[in-house]
């Protein structure tokens, strides 16, 4: 009987962390007026943000509107730019879809399965917009999984889970795509 309760208990657990966005002790990093979303890997709590990129007069930079950096969480929580290589795998490519509206087609460099879209919201803030189960969601975070060879480098991504906000019902929705 015991076993039975526990198991239903872990299968809650998992339930609940899937659907909120949350990997098992994982730091989440402060939400700030910036801030898109942020992706984590299983190698590390590093987290990598993904923020609004503005002129100083607050406009947004339709050059580079999207800046992506460190919240190095293992190292104090200080914030560092990705490198060159760093850039390459976990960076995004913009492309303006609607100059009158300022919003951009927005692809990982090394991930096109999934088209993502800058745009304002309906309170007229930006969001990063992606299907997740087919249905269109504010993007919150990204987890990726991904398998160490022996020296503990991660060589090849098992999993992605998306994780957002439905436009449609305000509720929390999540997806997991095979890699």
Same mark, same amino acid.
């Given at each position: @009987? %015991?076993?039975f309760k526990y198991t239903i208990l872990a299968g809650i657990l998992m339930f609940c962390n899937l659907c909120f966005g949350q990997q098992p002790s994982y730091p989440v990093p402060p939400k700030t007026e910036k801030m898109l979303f942020y992706l984590q890997r299983s190698h590390n709590k590093n987290t990598i943000i993904y923020d609004l990129n503005t002129l100083p007069d607050g406009k947004l930079d339709i050059k580079n509107p999207i800046h992506v950096y460190w919240m190095r969480f293992e190292e104090g929580g200080r914030k560092a730019e990705l490198s060159f290589i760093q &850039?390459?795998?976990f960076g995004v !490519?913009? !492309?303006l879809a609607d100059k009158s509206e300022n919003s951009f087609i927005v692809q990982f460099n090394n991930f096109h399965k999934r088209e993502m879209? +800058?745009? !304002? %919201?309906a309170s007229g803030s930006y969001n990063i917009f992606i299907k997740i189960n087919n249905e269109t969601a504010e993007l919150e975070c990204v987890y990726i999984k991904a398998e160490n060879n022996a020296l503990g480098i991660p @060589?090849?991504?098992k999993y992605m889970d998306l994780y957002g906000i439905s436009v449609k019902t305000r509720q929390k929705?999540?997806? &997991? +795509? %095979? +890699?």
């Open positions: @009987m %015991n076993f &850039r390459r795998a !490519k913009c !492309k879209r +800058l745009s !304002k %919201n @060589m090849s991504f929705i999540s997806e &997991r +795509l %095979n +890699l």
